[in-house]
């Protein structure tokens, strides 16, 4: 493709890029397509020839774009968001653009610049005390990983030990074992009647551990777990940390975001206890997948974990640059950092913090409309957004009635394609999750959302 076809055909595909993000909402959410079937519709072999644009454009249209899960279709109520932004996707065309891969700073002296400052900004933004260095990586099962290969390389010898709530990500247990510490030294602490990580059984695990003579590397706590956002209480967390000499990680995936709110941050009070904490500015920053920020106390002991240094790797700035490659496992790092700049410089904090405060309202308002309604049951407090529920019709009892009738509502809801909610368990229980964050959703969708809900309802009961 010449130059000049590049041209014309990038007009034409912003074009498109445009109405998409203007028509998203009219589109279904989620694709009426079978495993098997896009790709059944796919040659089985590469052309040996090379094909027209117009052409791959068509296919994609017509061939992908139907088999696609609109996840910043205002009616996306699932998982957590994964938002973007039209100046996060201007910039991702810039990083498409210059191709560079940013593994050291001699490789793009600017992207790793560009990176300090805006993981400064960031950690400016969340009030994180001084003495955390930022660095971006690509997620926060990632960071985590990250985390627990520093508290392992800072650990003594022996059986090491890693703690996390029951209510923490399944990256953990990921983490744990690449790790290699083993699934079995994962220790999961109860939690309170609200989720959240009960720190005297801690201190007690901790306590009987280093007793049998293994040796206690990290924890984990959660800021904002991902079935209901309960909010491990970091500092009663960190003091037992500290005590007994164990690294702390904090894992904000989702919440932190919210933290740049004023009236939000005592979430991350405790913070400063901290040695690693981490959170996705691609979930509820407005930041297009991947963009992670990793923030670490003791950079020496990230290095001593990662650092490898091969002599084609070796450059003549290496004594008084930043190479982000010792960062991490990756060598290879893409610009990431320049769709945060333009997103943090084009809401500004204030922009942001609208948005947080607008999704944090929509979800306490479904939340009364579901605590208001005798037949539904709020299932945890909903502090951010997310709404954990299940509907509980007079006379039906039996723990399984209740999930399967709960599960069949949720199908139900589903299957309209107009908005979309998932499910968890809390406490034993199915639960449904309505996470309200995805950037264009409003108040009409979280009304339609109560509607279908309810209207659900009505069919699974008349049905049942
Ligand atoms: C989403 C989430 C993760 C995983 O995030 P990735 O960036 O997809 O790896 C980890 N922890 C929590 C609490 C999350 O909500």
Redesign the pocket.
Known sequence: MQPEEFRHRAHALVDWMADYLRDVGSLPVTPAVHPGEIRDRLPVAAPDRGEPFPRIFDDFRHLILPGMTHWNHPGWFG??PANNSPPSILAEMLTATLGAQCMSWATSPAATELEQTTMAWLAGMLRLPPGFTGVIQ?????A?LTALLSARECAAEGTRTVYASEE??S?VDKGVKLAGYGLEQLRRIPTDTNFAMNPAALDRQLTDDRRAGLVPACVVA?V???SSTAIDPLPAIGEICRRHGVWLHV?????GTAAIVPELRAMLDGVEHADSFVF?P??WMLVNF?C?AYFVRDVPALLRTFQITPEYLRTSADDGAVNFRDWGIPLGRRFRALKLWFVIRSYGLEGLREMVRRHVALGTAFAGWVEADPEFELLAPAPLGLVVFRHRPAGMTDAAALDAHNAALLARVNATRRVHLTHTRLGGRYAIRLAVGQRCTGAAEVALAWDIVREARNQVVAGS
């Open positions: 998982y957590f690509d997620t926060a099962s990632t985590t923490a990500h990256s959660t904002g777990t991902t894992d904000a995936a989702y919440a996705n691609h979930k991947d992670t």
